[in-house]
């Protein structure tokens, strides 16, 4: 059976960032990819319209002055064929494709106490041990479709955005149905709208959704985005969510409405987040504060849909502005107005099954040629829920984690020794601009496993008690905040899974600045609350 110090699970951004980090350590490392390619969720998505919500300058790699010098971002928030071109070329450059294998998904991963090592089972049945596993399957990685009864019935093309085909797909002239208005139904439904002869959504419920303004980078841009970058990661490093923009000091119940007001029509026009992470510091503690925010943006949605009705229905009544992950959009709004595009609002007239010819709600029968399933993830769980995960005394970590995710700094889990989780739960990773988060996850767990190579260790596992305490920290930080409040993937529910209709918390909500102060202080005790041997 094959051995190597690391195996890395997943080729995505953080896996490769691992390799290369892991290989400098002089580790014989394997990964194995799920995919065909490196990539990740830039190899999987690859539905219409798909793109950064991040300025692009701000998502790339940092570690790399090459690659900084090298690389030319067209547009400040790039698409999806850019990003995964941007990964193949950082993947080349460093010679990493040589350590991966792809097609090849892991089912199993075991700890073996005698041995010290973790034994990999991949879907063909293949196996190879590693003192070291990390696991770098990303956190909006396993999509799910939904549980309408009669899904395999319809006779027309059927997609699920995150496993969209390699092929071009047209809509044109076609009637097509979109389920699901997320972040990514959102930017698929403004694509589709150009060209599909017809495009009926369907609604669940609405989200908030903000204008991007995207633009061509000019070459006057370009040189000044080089010339800047260690600036762009040093403003990134110091904001809460490591985008470019942080909240603002002020409050906005201690603006004049005035003030407000002109600050919020500031942040509207302005490109990516600045609206959500570069708001007024209590929106997201204070529902009255929230109400300004919320009452501003309902005010937009009617200003830019024709019908009001159906600008009613585009308003969230469940939940204020910012407390669910915002879609950024590009005359999503607009798509409204257009004489070939219907809003279905299936609260109203729920879908009660997919036929062979369409789909069915309470109140009729529509016909589609296609059928987009927009319907999200097993957010941040599901790339752990999908192996068999099994630590010490034979216990397996979907067991551990029945009642919600337990770690120490979202990296490591009591009674899975060598096991680090990348952007795992927990994790600052998983609400960030997650590139910023990854390289400090990496270099976190390259550095623990530097400093047991030096001390000649191999074996680190995390105490129960610094779990415990980590997982209370987690539980804290997110208490105060309304999203908490809100059903949503960050909550960990989806009601197209069993028994995830209970919120519990998948993110770190004190922010990234906070968690990487945690991590170093960790390190610098000697990696307080681990045992080595
Ligand atoms: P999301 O944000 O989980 O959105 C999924 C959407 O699909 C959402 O509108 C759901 O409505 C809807 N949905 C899910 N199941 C159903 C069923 N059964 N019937 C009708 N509608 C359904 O996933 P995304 O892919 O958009 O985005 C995930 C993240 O990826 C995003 O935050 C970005 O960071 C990138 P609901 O709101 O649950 O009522």
Redesign the pocket.
Known sequence: MAMFDAIVIGAGMSGLYQLHKLRQLGLKVRVYEAGGDVGGTWYWNRYPGARFDSESWSYGYSFDDEVLKEWEWSEHFAAQPETLAYLNYVADKLKLRRDIRFDSRVTACAYDEAANEWEVTLEDGDTARCRFLITAVGP?STPVW???PGIQDFKGESYH?ATWPHHPVSFAGKRVAV???????VQTIQEVAKTAGTLTV?Q??PNWCAPLVNAKITAEEQAKIKASYPEIFARCRASHGCFIHDADPRRALEVSPQEREAFYEQRYAEPGFGIWMGNFRDIFVSREANDTISEFVARKIRERVKDPKIADKLIPKDHGFGTR?VPLETNYYEVYNQPNVTLVD?RETP?ERITPAGIATSDTQRDFDMIIY????DAVLGGFNKMEITGLGGRTLKDKWAEGPRTYLGLQVEGFPNLFTLVGPHNAATFCNIPRCIEQNVEWVSDVLAHMQKQGLNRIAATRAAEDAWTEHVYETGQKLLFTQVDS?FMGIN??LPGRNKRTFLLYAAGAPAYRERCDEVAARGYEGFTFD
Request: proline letters at 4%; zero cysteines; aromatic letters at 12%.
């Open positions: 909006l939904p549980t309408i955005t389920i699901g208005t997320g972040a990514t139904g369907f669940r419920r992950r299936i879908i927009a319907t999200g993830f993937w009601t197209n």
